[in-house]
């Protein structure tokens, strides 16, 4: 029985740590794209709207 608990714990583990990997994957390609759509178009930066002062700024990753 010990060992039934230790693997399904292992399982979780190697579970959770796949999910955070597809995370972090996923997170790295959308940023990798928007990098790209700048390149591509000249820019320098993305602009957002600062909900308090109505202001742009360049977004900061």
């Known amino acids: 029985?010990?060992?039934l608990f230790l693997?399904?714990?292992i399982a979780l583990v190697a579970w959770l740590g796949y999910r955070k990997f597809l995370a972090d994957a996923e997170k790295l390609a959308r940023q990798?794209?928007?990098v790209r759509r700048e390149r591509e178009a000249g820019a320098q930066g993305t602009l957002v709207k600062d909900?308090?002062?109505g202001e742009y700024r360049?977004?900061?990753d």
């Open 7 to 9: 693997l399904l714990i």
């Open 32 to 34: 990798r794209e928007r």
């Open 1 to 3: 029985m010990p060992n």
């Open 58 to 60: 360049v977004k900061q």
């Open 51 to 53: 909900p308090a002062t």
